[in-house]
């Protein structure tokens, strides 16, 4: 086998690619919009087959799953990794987000996906442009992370008009690990009249049970550990919760989460098609619990269905 990686590369990515084993697969990698939806429009499936898979990149085997559900439905599988400056409320968070880049296009690569575009901040949000945009997000904007993170999913909602409007894709996937950005994204399909399915995809763990997050960089391997809690605590959540009110068990899932030294901003039960919080589940209504919690400096979130 040769050794190099088969990567096309369109303007100048400077990545230092190291010299690998190659793989018979070819993926095309664009920098600017123009290129990429010229390139769509010429290589667009004539059978509604393209799928979408938005990322922030340092991407893991949850990111790839997306990428191998995308590959199942569609002929042509498009990526994006944009570390989207607008959707984060803590400019620390931003400033530490990992980045890997020339790793994320091995791994795309190996997963067969066939297009990938790594825009720059400007050519997302060119300057001089004005942002006034809002999105009528209703309750969703206001419970939970949007409770905790102001502003953050008229970011995401900002990025992804922009990526659909780009893309244009059939199907488009979404991990369930954000849940309440599934339904902001839905909504936001449903606003835009977009004709793009939301195909959600299960949250992929760790041996243990943290869920996989490219945040998870940012823990040392004792926090990792500790931070298994939040799956404890939700294990516990679905095991226990029976109809009735919710108060007993909510509050041991969150001594859970203390002994294990997590922080919770957010222990709570929620309808699943909204996000209403229940206050008394009726053991029918379809059930999500949702955690957000600190382990250390880094915010983790994560959720487990109760009833579907
Ligand atoms: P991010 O790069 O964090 O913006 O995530 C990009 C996509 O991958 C989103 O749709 C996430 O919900 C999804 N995702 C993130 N973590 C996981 C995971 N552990 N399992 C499955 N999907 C995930």
Sequence with gaps: MQESAKVVFFDEIEVEMPVITTFSAMMFIFKHTKDLVKYIEKERPADQGTGFVPTMGALHEGHLSLIGKAKEENRLVVC????????????????LYPKTPEKD??????????????????????PGEEMTEHYDLGY?????????????????????????????????????????QCLVIKRLLSL????????????????????????NRRLSEQEKIKARGIFEALTFIKEHLEP?????????????????????????IADMENLNTLEVWDGQTPAIALIAAFMGKVRLIDNMIIRS
């Design 244 to 268: 009735g009110a919710k108060e007993n068990v909510v509050s041991q899932a969150g001594d859970i989460l203390k002994r294990n030294g997590v922080l919770a901003d957010y222990v709570e």
């Design 192 to 215: 835009m009249h977009f004709k793009t399915e939301a195909v959600i995809c299960p949250t992929l763990r760790e041996a243990g049970g943290l869920a996989m997050s490219s945040r």
């Design 80 to 95: 994006s990794i944009f570390v989207n400056p607008v959707q984060f409320n803590d400019a620390n968070d931003f400033k």
């Design 140 to 180: 969703l904007e206001t419970v939970l992370e949007g409770k905790y993170r102001p502003g953050h999913f008229q970011g995401v909602c900002r990025v992804m008009r922009r990526l659909l409007q780009t893309v244009a894709p059939n199907r488009l996937y979404l991990g369930q690990k954000d849940y309440q």
């Design 105 to 126: 296009i091995l791994l795309l690569e190996h997963a067969g996906c066939d297009v990938l575009f790594m825009p720059e901040v400007e050519e997302i949000y060119p």
